[in-house]
């Protein structure tokens, strides 16, 4: 069987991230107004889907993109192929991060 260039970044990736997990950061629900916000918004529009599709159209698509990378990375979303790209973090450096 002849390994492929694809397969073995497919293998190195997901052997990492079994030696070093990444997990999205954690956020307290009580001492953070961001989920309060979060759970104002959901009430009004009546669907966590209709929220998060207003809250994804408001950013800037390669922010969004980062962002759900990211989440999806950390959550073992399967989706598409990642190949050419080693790390789906956002940019702490992109005015949008905090």
């Not at 954690?26 to 107004?33: F, G, K, L, M, Y």
């Amino acid at each position: 069987m002849k390994l492929t260039k694809s397969k073995l970044k497919q293998i190195i990736k997901e052997e990492l991230g079994k030696a070093i997990p990444r997990k999205p950061r954690t956020i307290s629900r009580s001492d953070d107004e961001t989920f309060a916000m979060v759970d104002a918004i959901v009430d009004a529009l009546g669907d966590p889907r209709k929220a998060l599709d207003e809250l994804v159209q408001m950013l800037p698509k390669k922010v969004a993109q980062d962002h759900l990378r990211y989440i999806m990375q950390a959550w073992d979303v399967p989706y598409g192929d990642y190949e050419g790209e080693d790390d789906f973090s956002p940019d702490p450096n992109h005015p949008n991060f905090d």
